[in-house]
């Protein structure tokens, strides 16, 4: 697993160790709360509902990454794949048709010979847009998003790092009953923070996404080097 995906494991994992914290420090607190103030353990009981409302919320919300991590890693193993097993070759027999290297230009003049190799240069063109076409749109894309998911991993981290301190200081708040109300405000407020910073970056990772999706579409359906938009017809060449 890519190192970064590791480090937003972890501080979720801290994140949650810190929540356990702060419900331990506040039963502790209100658990030392005389019968008679019942009613100020009502009124904290209300803010921490809404605190674990919206903490559940966020984690809810956030499902989705947690079970699609994504890996920057393939996406750099899989552009490499289109280089050397579509890219390369593609490009190495685009060299061996030339009129210079064909055995048929020795054997074979006249007419139909000089049909023949205007039709081979078809073929040759048609194998150089391998390259422009598809592989360079493909490696583009990939090398696009791997940078994309990184950034968006690389947010997440320090989201997050962010969203531990502020629990901590929750925690820090709540050891008495009258800091108690104090901390989950604190704690209502990371989390709130925590969800902004997270639908940016899932905003803009989607973005790129769907750019690179429109730019592969547009390379596709280039049919620059394809008469007809298909493969040109010849007979098969043979250096």
């Not at 040759?124 to 696009?144: C, H, I, P, W, Y």
């Not at 790092?161 to 629990?167: H, L, N, P, V, W």
């Amino acid at each position: 697993m890519h190192p970064l995906i590791e480090r937003v494991m972890d501080l979720i994992d801290q994140i949650q160790a810190k929540f356990d914290d702060l419900v331990s420090l506040i039963n502790g607190a209100l658990d030392s709360v005389p019968f008679f103030l019942d009613w100020i353990v009502d009124k904290i009981q209300d803010k921490w509902n809404e605190f674990v409302a919206k903490w559940d919320e966020f984690w809810a919300a956030q499902e989705l990454f947690w079970t699609n991590w994504g890996s920057p890693d393939t996406l750099s193993s899989t552009s490499q794949a289109w280089t050397t097993s579509v890219g390369s070759p593609a490009t190495s027999a685009s060299g061996t048709v030339d009129r210079a290297l064909l055995a048929a230009d020795d054997e074979w003049t006249g007419q139909a010979a000089d049909s023949y190799f205007p039709r081979a240069n078809l073929h040759k063109t048609a194998m150089e847009r391998v390259q422009a076409n598809f592989v360079s749109a493909a490696t583009d894309g990939l090398s696009t998003l791997r940078g994309a998911l990184t950034t968006f991993y690389t947010t997440l981290a320090g989201t997050l790092t962010g969203f531990i301190a502020a629990m901590i200081g929750a925690a820090a708040a709540s050891g008495t009953i009258v800091g108690i109300p104090a901390g989950i405000v604190i704690a209502i407020g990371a989390v709130a923070v925590a969800a902004g910073a997270f639908y940016w970056a899932g905003t803009t990772l989607k973005g790129e996404c769907t750019n690179v999706k429109t730019s592969l579409i547009a390379s596709i359906n280039d049919k620059t080097g394809y008469p007809g938009g298909s493969w040109p017809p010849g007979a098969v060449l043979t250096a």
